[in-house]
T-cell receptor
Framework: GENVEQHPSTLSVQEGDSAVIKCTYS??????FPWYKQELGKGSQLIID?????GEKKDQRIAVTLNKTAKHFSLHITETQPEDSAVYFC?????????????FGKGTTLSVSS | GAGVSQSPSNKVTEKGKDVELRCDPI?????LYWYRQRLGQGLEFLIY????????KSGLPSDRFSAERTGESVSTLTIQRTQQEDSAVYLC???????????FGPGTRLTVT
């Protein structure tokens, strides 16, 4: 089955710097790769996603890149702000009928200091 | 509009008791998912519903866990004879269709003492 590895587990940056979180997956059949932001006391919010028919997607300060050959995908946050501090989870479609259930990485705790 | 809601938000129970966790998905979403998140870990898939049917129960950790969905809406996750290792946040997500974006509820924090 699918296995997702996420690195780093913690990441500390200065406000204004960029942050990059990387994930690898094992199942070449996976075709959907979302990123979720989890803040204390709040639910997990989808912040960006990418499907296997594209290599890059951008939404303002957030971008995701996908390398299908290498089976890895990355989240890029530019011009980080203190409110970006949260736990970020990557996921890949893997289990369930039509591979719709998500397999998650273990999360990256991002701390942005001002 | 209303998002995914879950109740209770917190549940403390004694080892050996049964618990029921509820999920109300976004109206019209046909797919519903249950996940579990242990402290410091990622989310583990438990079970998936398409309509009222559960085509994939492969993530349920033991036969003490069961779930049902009625009216293509609300779902309940039941854990019988709870154990301390069941302590986790139980998250529900729904999507408009299978394979679509999943929207998560706030979770139920279960503590088994």
């Amino acid at each position: 089955g699918e296995n997702v590895e996420q690195h780093p587990s913690t990441l500390s940056v200065q406000e204004g710097d960029s942050a990059v979180i990387k994930c690898t997956y094992s199942d070449s059949a996976s075709n959907y790769f979302p990123w979720y932001k989890q803040e204390l006391g709040k639910g997990s919010q989808l912040i960006i996603d990418i499907r296997s028919n594209v290599g890059e997607k951008k939404d303002q300060r957030i971008a995701v890149t996908l390398n299908k050959t290498a089976k890895h995908f990355s989240l890029h946050i530019t011009e980080t702000q203190p409110e970006d501090s949260a736990v970020y989870f990557c996921a890949a479609s893997g289990k369930g009928q039509a591979g719709t259930a998500l397999i998650f990485g273990k999360g990256t705790t991002l701390s942005v200091s001002s | 509009g209303a998002g995914v809601s879950q109740s209770p938000s917190n549940k403390v129970t004694e080892k050996g008791k049964d618990v029921e966790l509820r999920c109300d998905p976004i109206s019209g979403h046909t797919a519903l998912y249950w996940y579990r998140q242990r402290l410091g870990q990622g989310l583990e898939f438990l079970i998936y519903f398409q309509g009222n049917s559960a085509p994939d129960k492969s993530g349920l950790p033991s036969d003490r866990f069961s779930a049902e969905r009625t009216g293509e809406s609300v779902s309940t996750l039941t854990i019988q004879r709870t154990q301390q290792e069941d302590s986790a946040v139980y998250l529900c997500a729904s999507s408009l269709t299978s394979g679509g974006e999943q929207y998560f509820g706030p979770g139920t924090r279960l503590t088994v003492t």
